[in-house]
């Protein structure tokens, strides 16, 4: 029972290079939602699908682009990475919106 | 711009004690509330869910909502050292997104 399942866990880009981070859950939940985490800035939503075929903008979305690829998988796409983007990437998922989160272990991303 | 206000901390209570986490929320017309605890270098993970003013108990955790004074707590009995991590409030936004805002965070060690 895998639940959340981010890949990769660490990764580390250089300043302009694009990269794209997978994530898929296997709890038949229909809303998943990409976060970003900083020391004393706490968890920030960056986009979200409240269902397969829609996604939309969460509170700082500028650098990133999203795909509901299916019901299963949320892929965050960074097109040109800057060193702002040096965070913890946290992919989750729930059944319906007002529903508590499952979240993935994380992608540890550097931008040098 | 909903707020979600915890005191950082961190807050050291004994082994065996009484651990008492607060959080209070500016959305007045918020109907969701969670409690997540995150151990250091984890993600996080649901411990409650609370929709209704009161106490909600599952084990040594209690919930309690003030909806009114907009305010919502987590109470650990007997708490154990495995207890140490950062505890995150969230609050489901109104109007129908249901997105919660996260909370900072506090910090609990449980001391032997």
């Known amino acids: 029972n895998a639940g959340v399942t981010q890949t990769p866990k660490f990764q580390v880009l250089k300043t302009g290079q694009s990269m794209t981070l997978q994530c898929a859950q296997d709890?038949?939940?229909?809303?998943m939602y990409w976060y970003r985490q900083d020391p004393g800035m706490g968890l920030r939503l960056i986009y979200y699908?409240?269902?397969?075929?829609?996604?939309d903008k969460g509170e700082v979305p500028n650098g990133y682009n999203v795909s509901r690829l299916n019901k299963r998988e949320f892929s965050l796409r960074l097109e040109s990475a800057a060193p702002s983007q040096t965070s913890v990437y946290f992919c989750?998922?729930?059944?319906?919106?007002?529903?508590?989160?499952?979240f993935g272990s994380g992608t540890r991303l550097t931008v040098v | 711009q909903k707020e979600v206000e915890q005191n950082s901390g961190p807050l050291s209570v004994p082994e065996g004690a009484i651990a008492s986490l607060n959080c209070t929320y500016s959305?007045?017309?918020?109907?969701?509330f969670f409690w997540y605890r995150q151990y250091s270098g984890k993600s996080p993970e649901l411990i409650m869910s609370?929709?209704?003013?009161g106490d909600k108990e599952d084990g040594r955790f209690t919930a309690q909502l003030n909806k009114a004074s907009q305010y919502v707590s987590l109470l650990i009995r007997d708490s154990q050292p495995s207890d140490s991590a950062t505890y995150l409030c969230?609050?489901?936004?109104?109007?129908?997104?249901?997105?919660?805002?996260f909370g900072r965070g506090t910090s609990l060690i449980v001391h032997p």
């Open positions: 709890m038949n939940h229909n809303s």
């Open positions: 959305d007045r017309g918020s109907q969701s």
């Open positions: 969230a609050v489901g936004a109104s109007g129908g997104s249901y997105i919660p805002t």
């Open positions: 699908s409240a269902s397969e075929g829609t996604t």
């Open positions: 989750a998922s729930s059944e319906q919106g007002s529903d508590g989160y499952t």
């Open positions: 609370i929709y209704s003013n």
